[in-house]
């Protein structure tokens, strides 16, 4: 079935640095694939999305771009700032006919230093 | 405000003890699911539902019922919970069905503890 793999955590950065997490995935058909965000004591959020292979997604100046050829979504910031500090999730849909699913990864918990 | 309802936020109850935790979206979507999150093991889904009078076992529905009477609310019933059940649950929603952009609304959680 379809799975997606990210980095595990925790993961400690200090204000300004550049992020990266890493996600591959597994999947039969073309998905699309997101990256979710959990501040603390919230539900999810999507944070971006990319339908397509080669397609960029981009948000509050996070990136990832769709990777067929090494079925990966990593997620990248050039400046991360406290605010930041959340748990990322990496995320796959396949619309399978009477379902439309979410498939998450575990889950990075990022936590950014002043 | 568009968003999805879930109630309670945190309930503490025994083994046995039958519970229902509601959720309601104001957005007039008709795809709804619950997942729980579990450390070290992401989320996974419980239940949807496509429409209303439509649901359907989502990866662990053992242990769990839904119903789908009217379009906005979802509601996840633990019949006999167990301790392993202890969770967070969060219920989420979407308008579209088929193939489209796969972004699902959630709420804010319910944390759930079974003694």
Redesign the interface.
């Known amino acids: 079935g379809d799975s997606v793999t990210q980095m595990e955590g925790p993961v400690t950065l200090s204000e300004e640095a550049f992020l990266t997490i890493n996600c591959t995935y597994t999947a039969t058909g073309y998905p699309?694939l997101?990256w979710y965000v959990q501040y603390p004591?919230?539900?999810?959020?999507?944070l971006l999305?990319a339908?397509k292979a080669d397609d960029k997604g981009s948000n509050k100046g996070f990136e990832a771009t769709y990777r067929k050829e090494t079925t990966s979504f990593h997620l990248e910031k050039g400046s991360v700032q406290v605010s930041d500090s959340a748990v990322y999730?990496c995320a796959l849909?396949?619309?399978g006919g009477?379902?439309?699913?979410?498939t998450?990864?575990?889950?990075t918990l990022l936590t950014v230093n002043p | 405000e568009a968003q999805?309802t879930q109630n309670p936020r945190y309930l503490i109850t025994v083994t046995g003890k039958k519970l229902t935790v509601t959720c309601s979206q104001n957005m007039n979507h008709e795809?709804m699911?619950w997942y729980r999150q579990d450390p070290?093991?992401?989320?996974?889904?419980i239940y949807?539902s496509?429409n209303v009078e439509v649901t359907?076992k989502?990866d662990v529905p053992e242990g769990y019922k839904v119903s789908r009477k009217e379009k906005r609310n979802f509601p996840l019933i633990l019949e006999s919970p167990s301790p392993n059940q202890t969770s967070l649950y969060?219920c989420?929603s979407?308008k579209r069905?088929?193939?489209?952009?796969?972004?699902?609304f959630?709420?804010?959680?319910s944390r759930l503890t079974v003694l």
Do not use: C, I, P, W
Not at chain 1, 98 to 102: D, F, I, Q
Not at chain 2, 97 to 104: F, K, M, S
Not at chain 2, 106 to 109: K, S
């Open positions: 699309s997101f004591g919230e539900g999810l959020q999507l999305k339908t999730f849909s396949e619309y009477s379902n439309y699913k979410l998450f990864g575990k889950g | 999805v795809y699911s070290g093991l992401g989320l996974r889904q949807y496509m359907d989502g969060f989420a979407t069905q088929g193939a489209d952009t796969g972004e699902l959630f709420g804010e959680g």
